[in-house]
């Protein structure tokens, strides 16, 4: 059985480790598959709850600014890095 987009999704939203969400990224890519506002939220939230601010931001251009959940969660990556000056 393949992965698709659904079950890297699924298994993205009950990832906890960062590294792990951003790894999930990449493989979507290699398989070809489109990480659509489920995967990069994601992977945005996963970021922003190890306060991995650089990396929520280079993701969330990626996602060329799909959804204020997007803008959210990656300021939230600031905050908890105290790196709230970069948000303004």
């Known amino acids: 059985l393949e992965p698709d ?3 890297y999704n699924a298994v993205m939203g009950a990832c906890d480790h960062w590294m792990r969400s951003v790894q999930f990224i990449q493989e979507m890519r290699s398989q070809k598959l489109h990480a659509g506002s489920v ?19 280079a993701l969330l251009t990626e996602t060329q600014g799909l ?17 709230w000056k970069v948000c303004l």
């Open 5 to 7: 987009l659904g079950s």
């Open 39 to 57: 995967s990069f939220s994601a992977a945005i939230s996963t970021c922003s709850s190890s306060a991995q601010w650089e990396l929520a931001l």
């Open 67 to 83: 959804s204020e959940i997007h803008h959210n969660a990656a300021q939230d990556a600031c905050m908890k890095a105290s790196k």
